[in-house]
């Protein structure tokens, strides 16, 4: 069988069907979606798989359709300007929209170029989808708006530096508290806006933060270019672009600072001059008491030494009423006695110093009753007494507290059959609490307020002796140590006085009977 000849010619036809056939290849293979249609009717004359994927139109569909048929209808006339245009091979390179069969809107780039195909003047097509892309892109412009919107009407001041010490971004907060305008201050370097600023410490930490991307917060006094001051609260944080600095305003603030610390050493002076005057007014206390002491007692001591010898004078005779007038300024004599006593009581108790030391409450309620003893002659008198502590306080003060308390009981239960007084205490994470209770003839809680003070009674020296001082006396050495007192009573029903020292008052409890 004869062989048949090649020809160049025949070669070249062979070769030039090779290449097509690979470029059929490579056009249907391509992962994006590619077409060809016609330049004069933009009707579709070839589309590739990933095309028919795309876009959901199957390939019989593509090829009846034209270019015009994928868009919005709002974006054709932009295009069929575009396809007038030939003064570009890539008239219609760039971002498009497309429309699938399903009507999802696409956002793609395209590549396009003039070819001839099968004869006819035609142009080919590269699309890459980029709605993700351009959704994300969008997104994130929003969010850019978003977030500069939001610093723009923050009330604290915002501004970032970059690298060169430029103004980037300013709001209208930290152009106010740099008093100026924020096109004065964006694109101008801090230097040349304050010269000499990069000699202040803020600029130093600036630095910092700015080379060691180290935050920094800090209080900053301000000098303006006119002479004059301001204090701003600065917290500088490194950010990519250079550092971000949200600044606030405190003048206002450290001026009344300044205003309240001159008026604080205006009021430490002043109690200087103050405690001087009290000394001098205790010391002319001091010299009161003395006088009352010596110089009042005396004259007391005359009446009632010279009314008890008129008593022996045998060569006066007294009748019934003149003995009466006699044993009335005895017994007064011994009354102002006694008020002069209770009066120095209650002055020394706010004078002397408190010499403090572990008290046994319990073994002073024993003594004190001791003490009583003789006022509770001939009576049927019931002690009741519970668990004690043991306190840190003035014990010669808190003894007088008990005589007072203790006594008041016995003396107001004396109508009683049998006298039933209670001691008790209980104890907190605050404070710890005693009182004395009693089954007397109590009071009208409407008058408690007055039973702690100075020369309060409410009941006549008739029915009960006393002076009106002894709870004030009580009050006056338990405010000393840090406490409070009260009571709760009512008429004929008894009485119950409370005392209550702070936390650091209480120690262990002891058995107090």
Known sequence: MPSRKTTPSTRRKASARGITEQYKILFESNPLPMWVYDAETYRFLAVNRAAVEKYG?????????????????????????????????????????????AGEM???????????????????????????????????????????????????????????????????????????????????????????????????????????????????????????????????EPVPEGVFILSSDITKEKRQEEELRAYREQLEELVKRRTVQLEEVNKELEAFSYSVSHDLRAPLRHISGFVELLRKHNQITLDETARRYMDIIAGAAVQMGQLIDDLLVFSRMSRTNLMESQVDLGGLVREVIQDLAGEQKDRNVEWNVGELPVVNGDRAMLRVVFVNLLGNALKYTRPRDVAVIEIGSKKDDSAVTFWVKDNGVGFDMKYKDKLFGVFQRLHSV??????????????????????KTWAEGAVNEGAMFCCSLPGEHSGQTLKGN
């Open 57 to 101: 139109y199957t390939r019989d569909e593509f090829l009846s359709m034209t270019i015009k048929d994928i868009r919005p209808a709002e974006d054709i006339p932009r295009l069929l300007a575009n396809l007038s245009d030939r003064r570009s091979d890539f008239e219609q390179s760039g971002v498009w929209r497309h429309v699938t069969k």
């Open 462 to 483: 008739e029915e009960f002796e006393g002076t009106g001082i002894g709870l004030a006396t009580v009050r006056r050495i338990i405010s000393r140590h840090g406490g």
């Open 106 to 236: 696409l956002e793609v780039e395209i590549v396009s170029h003039a070819l001839e195909f099968e004869g006819r003047r035609s142009r080919l097509v590269l699309v890459n989808d980029v709605t993700r892309r351009r959704k994300a892109e969008q997104e994130v412009h929003d969010a850019a708006q978003r977030y500069r919107s939001t610093l723009d009407h923050m009330l604290e001041g915002c501004q970032i530096i970059d690298r060169e010490y430029r103004y980037v971004y300013v709001n209208d907060a930290a152009a106010r508290h740099g008093r100026s305008a924020k096109e004065d201050l964006v694109g101008r370097t801090m230097m040349e806006k304050y010269p000499g600023i990069e000699g202040t410490e803020m600029f130093h930490h600036l630095r910092r933060c700015m080379e060691e991307r180290v935050p920094h917060l800090m209080e900053n006094e301000f000098t303006f270019p006119d002479g004059s001051k301001g204090w701003f609260q600065l917290s500088m």
